[in-house]
């Protein structure tokens, strides 16, 4: 249902938009001719008077001296079906107020702001029609506030730093972010509720951090481009979605979609992408028995990529992810990379007959592309390389960019600035048109544009097990459901065994492998480790990564805090079958986990946990694996060590 306001000519107005259940009130507000906002729930403060606007080069600023020519109110409540994910069906509903702004001074400019206020969230964004001598523009700064009590608590990682988003996540004051943090920023306030800013469909824009102006107020501070600017665009043109996902707990802030939401349909047919689960000539190397440049223990052999391929058929696995098995991995390939070509083998890897016994096996190939951010050297090759990859029936690319800025024409640019976002994007179409789907490692940020685009099954984005061997503790993993993950899914490369190898000992239990399966959700999902460990050392543990999909019907998340312990529920999209995982920090925990999400009938409960004396350090194979019958009126009492874990597949009998 639509409604047109009669038209208005106001310097000084405000307009209430209430969330379909009323417990959200968000506020858009004109005052002395400048534009705010502010929201509150259950008549509580969320985010104070904040202003809104731009700064344009060349141009005064956008946001001031402005009147209210009209808005516009809807009311929308369907159902959305995401291709893949966490959920398959989310509920969109939301009201949503459009305003019309106008300038009452020289070139009168116009802009407008809409407004969608959901049960469990506030989005907005800005939009600029093309306009009498207003047809491109250059911003140098977006003015967006996010005025939030300072003695809020905020989990973040720094932004602008060399390794991108690849940070430990620490616990401050908001007082305290005076630099740049990455969101999605997760929020504690005084009066206890959970938020967390974020963005949705990220288009031709840099990236938002945040971080607090001179007012004491958080503002965005939107990722630059080498010339100091912040976008250039053609007119028209809309921002993406300022976010603020807005919660009671920090448990019920891990089931917010509304980021999909937020996104667009497809527009095209990708009835053709398929979740898969992989392993791969990976873990091998970065424990040092193999090496991703040619030489007597290349990794990316054929004869190595066959064996690996006879192992997944045995394993039950449908893929394999092949890296180093192109040129240009010699030497130092950090400064060489943009010496890599993407459509030529080393002399021991022959691509079309690997991918030709691949497709005798039915198993499906893992390209892999590590650009090490030399963006222009990867453009030039890129509708070639995709073209070699179809030919050999390739439909899964693993992309990189390692290097800790990107390269094009002799300018450093960050990963998440317009720049950056616009080569993902290049990407992720051109893959779309040929059939591939991507896992893009050292991406820019979810913003829920796989709604739009499902064949970017996942991403990179935080740190993940890679940097096990010192630089991550277990209380990493219980950070990640409500920071990183709340912006989609997450390569983590889980399933590594080989705990206690002294190049890349693990701070987890064996058991607690298990648990990454559920507890970080990945349309590609890889089983990292070598194969001997899944067929020969512990085959019992790897049933569990065997059964579990790639793809959920639904998800609960049962209990949790944040940097402590998550335990999750997701039902299987394709059967009656429920998966648990729960992870938890340095300490030992005693969980009693409810089963009344189930439907009626009965399960049998196959629970992989730890031992009472499994430890992480100490410990770290120590294990149990039981079965149980269990319906939906019983409880589960489950043990989880220090940086331990478990899984739980309740198969419906």
């Known amino acids: 249902m639509f409604k047109w306001a009669k038209l208005f000519s106001q310097d000084n107005a405000e307009k209430e938009i209430l969330s379909p259940d009323k417990r959200i009130r968000c506020f858009f507000i004109l005052k002395n001719s ?10 509580k403060p969320i985010v104070e008077l904040s202003r809104l606007g731009f700064l344009i080069c060349g141009e005064k600023s956008l946001g001031d001296n402005l009147k209210l020519i009209r808005y516009h109110t809807k009311r929308c409540d369907e159902k959305v079906e995401l291709h893949w994910g966490e959920d398959q069906f989310l509920q969109n509903n939301y009201n949503e107020t ?59 990682i720094p932004a602008f730093e060399p390794d991108r988003y690849e940070y430990n996540y620490e616990k401050a004051s908001v007082h305290e972010l005076i630099h740049s943090v990455h969101t999605p920023l997760t929020i504690k306030t005084p009066n206890g509720y959970y938020l967390s800013l974020h963005e949705a469909a990220l288009y031709n824009y840099g990236s938002m951090t945040v971080k607090l102006n001179d007012k004491n107020s958080l503002q965005s501070d939107i990722t630059p481009l080498s010339d100091g600017t912040k976008a250039h665009v053609n007119l028209p043109f809309e921002t993406p979605w300022r976010l603020i996902m807005i919660a009671d707990s920090a448990i019920e802030l891990t089931t917010n979609r509304v980021m999909f939401c937020l996104n667009d349909p497809p527009a095209q047919d990708f009835s053709w992408v398929e979740p898969i689960k992989f392993i791969g000539i990976w873990w091998a190397m970065y424990v040092g028995e193999w090496t991703w440049a040619p030489g007597e223990r290349h990794g990316a052999t054929t004869e190595h990529a066959k064996e690996y391929i006879n192992d997944a058929v045995e394993l039950g696995i449908r893929g394999l992810l092949i890296e180093g098995w192109n040129d240009g991995w010699e030497g130092n390939w950090l400064e060489n990379g943009i010496n890599n070509k993407f459509t030529v083998s080393t002399p021991d890897f022959n691509l079309d007959e690997v991918a030709r016994y691949a497709r005798e096996h039915n198993i499906e190939l893992v390209g892999h592309h590590e650009t090490v951010g030399f963006i222009d050297n990867y453009e030039n090759q890129l ?4 073209n070699y990859y179809a030919l050999n029936k390739i439909h899964y690319i693993k992309t990189g960019y390692a290097g800790s800025m990107m390269t094009i024409n002799g300018r450093r640019e960050y990963h998440h600035s317009q720049l950056g976002v616009n080569h993902y994007q ?19 940020k979810g ?46 490369t ?20 298990l648990a990454y399966f559920v507890t970080i959700y990945s349309g590609m999902a890889m089983a990292a480790d070598r194969p001997f460990m899944y067929k020969e050392r512990f085959s019992d543990l790897f049933e569990f990564i065997k059964d579990v999909p ?33 992870v938890t920090d340095e300490n030992s925990r005693r969980v009693n986990i409810s089963l009344d999400f189930l439907d009626s009938g009965a399960y049998e409960a196959k629970i992989y946990a730890d031992s009472e004396d499994a430890h992480y350090r100490d410990n770290p194979f120590g294990h149990e694996i039981q079965k149980k019958h269990v319906g939906r009126n019983d409880t589960l009492k489950i043990y989880l060590a220090p940086g331990g874990g478990f899984a739980i597949h309740l198969k419906k009998t």
């Open 34 to 43: 400048g534009v705010f906002y502010r929201i509150e729930k259950d008549n």
């Open 98 to 156: 459009t305003f019309y702004l106008a300038e009452t001074k020289d070139s009168k400019r116009i802009m407008t702001l809409k407004f969608r206020v959901f049960d469990n969230a506030v989005a907005f964004r800005y939009e600029i029609p093309p306009q009498p001598k207003f047809q491109r523009i250059t911003i140098a700064d977006e003015l967006t506030e996010f005025n939030i009590n300072t003695n809020s608590i905020a989990w973040k």
């Open 383 to 386: 509708e070639d390389a995709y």
């Open 550 to 582: 790639t793809n959920f019907a639904k998800t609960i998340p049962l209990l949790g805090e944040i940097g402590e312990y998550y335990i999750v529920a997701r039902k299987d999209r394709n059967s009656e079958d429920w998966y648990i995982g729960g």
């Open 447 to 492: 913003t829920g544009i796989e709604r739009t685009w499902p064949n970017l099954l996942s991403r990179e984005g935080a740190r993940g097990q890679e940097y096990e061997g010192g630089a991550l503790s277990p209380s990493h993993a219980c950070f990640l459901p409500y920071t990183r993950l709340l912006s989609g899914g997450m390569d983590y």
């Open 494 to 513: 889980n399933g590594i065994f080989d705990i206690t190898n002294s190049i890349k000992r693990l701070s987890t239990t064996i058991s607690r492998q």
């Open 426 to 444: 290049k990407t992720l179409e051109l893959a779309a048109k040929k059939h591939i789907c991507l896992d893009i490692h050292e991406p820019i």
